[in-house]
């Protein structure tokens, strides 16, 4: 006990000051003896599992029998089946007294919320219920994992890896050859992209004139970090008379508490920037991208994670005369980022914190 002491006074110095170990680090530790099932420390883990399981908000509620009962049926189903249509769960629910869609929709809240299923009751995917979460996240790996799966590939393929790996864009064809195995995948293919869409993952390009109507799509988190920090902001030709050089406002901070943020936070950002305005600079980074706000001003609007839980804003117009401050275009763009973040935050880590600065 004494040696386990000495090891997790160490661990707790090596952690001591790393950004969020207040938030995220308990300063709770057992040293347990796995070959000792009397072994006191397994009972002070156990007891501390569940107290901090009484502690959770949804410990205590109650929910139908009906839906464990389903549940484990649909469970049982996912050992084959990874995903069914809405029509067949509920077809299995009215072998439980689950005969309705209103009656369905709560159990299927309730299970995503559990993280046992997955399923949005949004009108472009509500059709599909994925039975094994594992499975999905599986799927959108082998699609952007490009190290991994792209060696001994189709030959055919390596240039769509290659434009994956450079520059972070996900060809339709791409997904195609990948998933041409699982029928269940090229099945429920855009339903599933949909969806990779909706938890902000990737998002999809305006089609080109040489797309041959063959979809695109951005995946941020694979893109590569910016090579020259100092200068991130490629100025646009502007020949016309009117416009100079780029006049910016105050840079604008978010940063967050604990100087950490999960670093997909940012990517899942500059998807939902994507959304709204298109890219300024045809090579975004991971750590930085620039969108076209409003071309009648030139107004441009440059994001970048700066590291250690901080992202920066600006927002600059080149046309000459034209002031940012005096104009609802910087408002327009900060409020948008801030309701994206807080949709975010709200999602992904609700227990994530930041507050809004200015140099």
């Not at 959108?140 to 994956?164: C, Q």
């Not at 416009?243 to 997909?264: A, E, N, R, T, V």
Request: proline share 5%; net charge negative; with cysteine.
């Amino acid at each position: 006990m004494k040696m386990a002491k000495v090891k997790f006074s160490k661990i707790q110095d090596f952690l001591e000051g790393r950004p969020a170990h207040d938030m995220h680090v308990q300063p709770y530790f057992y040293a347990v003896n796995n070959c000792d099932q009397q072994d006191a420390e397994i009972k002070k883990l156990k007891e501390a599992i569940w107290e901090t399981s009484k502690a959770q908000p949804y410990w205590g509620e109650e929910q139908p029998l009906r839906f464990v009962l389903l549940e484990r049926k649909l469970k049982e189903i996912s050992e084959s089946k990874k995903c069914l249509d809405l029509k067949g769960v509920i077809e299995e629910g009215h072998h439980y007294g689950l005969e309705s869609l209103k009656m369905i929709l709560p159990f299927l809240k309730f299970c995503t919320e559990l993280g046992e299923l997955i399923f949005f009751d949004e009108s472009d995917i509500r059709d599909l219920v994925i039975l094994d979460p594992q499975w999905l996240i599986d799927a959108f790996a082998s699609l952007i994992t490009v190290e991994k799966y792209h060696k001994g590939s189709n030959p055919d393929d390596r240039g769509y890896w290659k434009m994956l790996d450079d520059k972070g864009v996900l060809d339709e064809r791409l997904i195609d050859s990948v998933w041409k195995k699982d029928k269940e995948l090229t099945d429920n293919k855009e339903n599933l992209l949909r969806i990779c869409q909706r938890f902000d993952l990737l998002v999809e390009l305006p089609m080109g004139r040489d797309d041959q109507q063959r979809k695109k799509y951005l995946v941020p988190c694979v893109l590569k970090s910016h090579p020259n920090p100092e200068s991130y902001l490629k100025i646009p030709v502007c020949p016309q008379e009117g416009y100079s050089k780029l006049q910016k406002i105050p840079p604008l901070y978010l940063m967050f508490d604990g100087g950490f943020c999960p670093p997909g936070l940012f990517h899942r950002l500059v998807v939902c920037c994507y959304r709204k305005w298109s890219s300024h600079d045809q090579n975004p980074y991971c750590d930085y991208a620039c969108f076209k706000v409003d071309r009648s001003t030139h107004t441009i609007l440059e994001l970048s994670n700066k590291g250690e839980g901080i992202f920066q804003l600006m927002v600059g117009s080149l046309k000459t005369g034209f002031n940012d401050l005096e104009s609802d275009t910087a408002f327009q763009v900060l409020t948008y980022i801030k309701q994206e973040l807080d949709r975010l935050i709200s999602a992904y880590s609700p227990c994530l914190k930041y507050s809004i600065g200015f140099d």
